[in-house]
């Protein structure tokens, strides 16, 4: 069976520190690997995912992922906080063709 | 634009009262599936489509049900809601992604429906 599992339900950080949300997995087979972002009274939007092609995956507005297969991990990771990054991050694995489980989530707070 | 499109966004019903939550996509997506949201639980899949007349069950089917007759649409149908299905709601969509020889979903995701049964 799969399952993602996110330390941490809640995270803050200060503006311009480093972010970090945490996201391990258990999956039998080679895993793919996707973080979402989701902004208040809005649907999940696609930051990143792992293709098997690289194991540190780039993203939109400057977030980063390296996949860890001797940890089985796929934390997530931006250099410098910004305000505007205040939302609910999930972390995902599909195994096969059509079944996706998600990290019950985290909570990124920003502070000023 | 391409979308995935939900309607309605909001809904309040009382127990019993059958109800459909309809999804709508114009990417021409093979895909397609629905999930619910529940604090401190994440999203849980409910039941996805591969396919036009092809659909299977995800992981917290019961009391929903859902059709695919045309590949643009994928309702959800709950037949006699509970109060335990007051939830928020998500359709996605996906095509296929990656090189040959490996199928890559990328979904899409409707902007939700919050359901709440009394």
């Known amino acids: 069976a799969q399952s993602v599992t996110q330390l941490g339900s809640h995270v803050s950080v200060s503006e311009g520190a480093l972010v970090l949300l945490r996201c391990n997995y258990s999956s039998s087979v080679p895993p793919y690997l996707f973080w979402y972002v989701q902004y208040p009274n809005q649907g999940l939007q696609l930051l990143l995912k792992y293709t098997s092609a690289a194991t540190l995956v780039k993203g939109i507005n400057g977030f980063e992922a390296e996949f860890k297969k001797s940890e089985t991990s796929f934390h997530l990771t931006k250099p410098s906080a910004h305000m505007s990054d205040a939302a609910e991050y999930f972390c995902?694995?599909?195994?096969?063709?059509?079944?996706?489980?998600f990290g019950t989530g985290t909570s990124l707070t920003v502070i000023p | 634009e391409a979308q995935v499109t939900q309607n309605p966004r909001y809904l309040i019903t009382v127990t019993g009262k059958k109800l459909t939550v309809t999804c709508s996509q114009n990417?021409?997506?093979?895909?397609m599936s629905w999930y619910r949201q529940d604090p401190g639980l994440g999203l849980r899949q409910i039941y996805y489509s591969m396919n036009v007349e092809v659909t299977d069950k995800g992981d917290v089917p019961e009391g929903y049900k859902v059709s695919r007759k045309e590949k643009r649409n994928f309702p959800l149908i709950l037949e006699s809601p509970s109060p335990n299905q007051t939830s928020l709601y998500f359709c996605?969509?996906?095509?296929?992604?990656?090189?040959?020889?490996?199928?890559?979903?990328?979904?899409?995701f409707g902007p939700g429906t919050r359901l709440t049964v009394t």
């Open positions: 995902a694995v599909s195994v096969g063709l059509s079944q996706f489980y």
């Open positions: 990417m021409n997506h093979e895909y």
């Open positions: 996605a969509s996906s095509s296929r992604s990656g090189t040959s020889g490996s199928a890559l979903y990328e979904q899409y």
